[in-house]
Structure formats: structure tokens, C-alpha cells
């Protein structure tokens, strides 16, 4: 087909046509992110009942067992706690803290789960 034929590649589209496609393909893909975001947040609350509940408090909890631990509610709610800062939170040692090693996903999946108690 030469340039300028006048012959288009492809059925011609209307623009509803386009919109339509683009927006169920954008929606389709939102449904798979929103998906694997549920999926990383529940495991980051089986991980933060496992390890970390015995001395923080956990989903609404507003108090946490230990006094000195921040329930992580408000964790989430505090302004300063990005997800980078929650991050180097759960990397850094704490005098009172044990030293658990999370892998890569493990440490996304509780920073996912601690970002979704906000309420801010």
C-alpha cells in the first residue's frame, strides 16, 4: 500500500469506539493491579499478626500490647510515614525491637498492609 493512497490500514474507528476500547483495557488492568495490591496487603497482615502483633497493635487497635510499641494505625497516620519512611522503619534496628530479616516481598507486603490502615 503506498502512502497517500487513500486506503486506510485497518478498519476505520469511530472515536467512541477508541474511548470504549481504551477505557475497558484501562479497567481491566486497574482490576489486576487492585488485585495484586489486596494480595500484598493480606500478606503483609499474616506477616504483621506473625511476628508483629505481640507487641504492636494491629488493624484498628488503638493501643498495642508492649506500651512503647506505636500501634500501626498510627504509624499510617502519621503525615511523615511515607511508604519510603515506613520502609527504613522496618529496615532499622531498634533497641527494643528483635532483628527479624524480611525479604524484598515480605517488607513491600507489610509496608502495603501498614499504608492501608490509614485513614488520612
Known sequence: ???GSGKSFGPRRRPWQVLAFLGGFLSGLATAFAAEDIERVEAGARIADGFCARCHGIGDARDSPVERAPPFRAIADDPAMTEQAIRQLLRTSHETMPNYVLSTEE???????IRSLSRR
Do not use: P, S
Request: proline share 0%; aromatic share 10%.
Open 1 to 3: 500500500m503506498r502512502i
Open 107 to 113: 517488607l513491600e507486603a507489610l509496608t502495603a498492609y
